[in-house]
């Protein structure tokens, strides 16, 4: 009998639907057939009928992650896209708020308020937050000119766009979570049906609707897969009462910082060698353990350097990063926040988003004379927001401008600390999530400098400097 030849090729998904895909693949389980036959074997109606049978009755669920549809959502809520956003194995591209510019019409009014008496104080202080972004913005720019001279012979408009999101990243302080954007999503069958499922548990009925469509264009290409998602009872009643049990905890004070280490392993760095050495070794962790604990500082040093010390601008560092976590509680604008939370490989927990935090200050805003505008905007939404809350808490979120700050508890591994603070670090990130990542930064850097020195961001400016040329206060 001749070798079996290699063969590698796609299922291509301009030939095939998804769900006939995902059944290709869950048939090789049990089928000696290549994937080319089983798929010519197959109709939408029999991927249909497996997926029944398998997905749905039995609970072989991983199946249903062949399946990968592409959503385009169009002017939804930025407070909406943060439910939409909050599935881990799911991939997002949304309108930026540092290259785009919104229009005056672009932010969305929950139909419980448009048909309150407080309609009117909420059409105003959202006509307030726009028209001070719009107008904050012509002077901005010119602060942002006489900073950044245009070069000899740049157009107008590259110079423009060399230096739009510098005074965009000032003037989106303004805008609040209901401003309207837009998001593409791609993400497989099973992560959509837990998506389904979540927006269509969630308090605002906003979300609910947007679930309610996501789940009917899904269904258009992947029949049986989302069939079953409906909203969940528990989701909705552990919320209610876990918000209950919290409001009865002692009102808070202001944090002592804005970000503070809760939680680390204070042997970090011996169990990260060690965890090297079991992966590279026959040793159990015990033993790997024990021999760290007994090198000499020059030994652990070479170790270290080893595991990390080649580590090249695009090089990915070695996972066994990820045995080693932190837990921070986070307060950051929310403008940063909507950043932060786009990091899939860290937990977040972030609390509802509120006027209780204060707001920052874009140092720009103030040199370009618009701090006494921008802190009477901040004062309005603030003033509804109070107004709204008693009424409807959850609505309220959406007069919030991305100038207040948001509490957020994050468990991250050092793997993804490392990528969060070169990324997020960079002079090219905006300056929130620079201070954010700083901050991070700064706390590995104390708890673990051994292993913080490899981390590519050691240059950067410290946080309290990105902070004092950024901001002229944060909260
Ligand atoms: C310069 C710049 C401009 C940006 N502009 C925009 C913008 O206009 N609009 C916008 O929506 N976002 C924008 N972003 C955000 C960006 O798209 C990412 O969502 C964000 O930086 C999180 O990064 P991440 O996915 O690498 O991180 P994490 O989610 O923290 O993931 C960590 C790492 O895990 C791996 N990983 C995680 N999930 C996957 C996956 N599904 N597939 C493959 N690998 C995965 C990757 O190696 C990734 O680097 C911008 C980011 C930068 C740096």
Not at 40 to 48: H, M, P
Request: proline content about 5%.
């Amino acid at each position: 009998m001749p070798e079996p030849q290699r063969d590698i090729y796609l299922l291509s998904p301009k030939a095939l639907s998804p769900e006939t895909i995902a059944v290709a693949f869950a048939k090789t389980s049990r089928s000696p057939d290549s994937f080319r036959d089983i798929a010519a074997a197959l109709s939408d109606e029999k991927s249909a009928q497996f997926h029944e049978r398998w997905v749905v009755g039995y609970g072989h669920a991983s199946v249903a992650e062949h399946a990968v549809l592409h959503i385009a959502v169009e002017n939804v809520s930025r407070l909406a896209i943060e439910c939409l956003e909050s599935n881990r194995l799911a991939s997002y591209t949304e309108k930026s708020t540092r290259y785009q510019l919104w229009d005056l019409s672009h932010y969305y009014t929950p139909r419980v308020i448009a048909a309150s008496p407080q309609a009117e104080r909420y059409r105003q202080v959202m006509v307030q937050l726009f028209e001070g972004y719009r107008r904050s913005l012509a002077p901005v720019r010119e602060l942002m000119q006489r900073q950044h001279p245009r070069r000899q012979g740049e157009s107008e408009a590259r110079w423009d766009g060399r230096i739009r999101s510098k005074y965009v990243d000032n003037c989106r302080f303004f805008l609040p979570a209901a401003a309207l954007a837009n998001v593409g999503m791609t993400a497989n069958a099973r992560v959509l049906e837990s998506a389904i499922r979540k927006l269509l548990s969630h308090p605002l009925d906003e979300v609910r609707e947007i679930g309610a469509e996501v789940k009917r264009v899904a269904q258009a290409e992947a029949p049986t897969l989302v069939k079953y998602a409906e909203a969940a009872p528990y989701q909705a009643l552990m919320a209610r009462e876990l918000t209950a049990a919290a409001e009865r905890l002692p009102s808070a004070g202001a944090p002592s910082a804005p970000v503070t280490l809760i939680d680390y392993d204070p042997a970090a760095e011996v169990n990260f060698l060690a965890a090297c050495l079991y992966r590279y070794g026959s040793r159990s962790l015990e033993q790997c353990r024990a021999a760290v604990v007994e090198m000499t500082p020059g030994d652990k040093q070479a170790l270290l350097d080893s595991a990390l010390g080649g580590l090249g601008q695009y090089d990915v560092p070695l996972r066994e990063l990820e045995h080693i976590t932190y837990t921070f509680d986070a307060v950051m604008d929310q403008g940063g926040y909507f950043e932060i939370k786009r990091h899939r490989m860290m937990t977040q927990s972030p609390q509802r988003l509120t006027c209780d935090l204060g707001f920052a200050v874009p140092r720009s805003l103030e040199l370009a004379g618009w701090r006494a505008d921008y802190e009477a905007a901040m004062h309005a939404a603030a003033e509804a927001y109070q107004r709204l809350q008693a009424d409807w808490p959850d609505e309220a979120s959406y007069v919030v401008p991305n100038g207040f700050n948001r509490r957020v508890l994050l468990t991250l591994n050092l793997r993804e600390a490392f990528h969060l603070c070169e990324l997020r670090g960079a002079s090219t990130a905006h300056f929130s999530v620079r201070r954010t990542a700083g901050q991070i930064y700064a706390l590995i850097a104390e708890a673990h400098p051994a292993l913080a020195r490899y981390m590519r961001c050691r240059d950067n400016p410290a946080w309290p400097e990105i902070e004092a040329e950024y901001f002229a206060a944060v909260g």
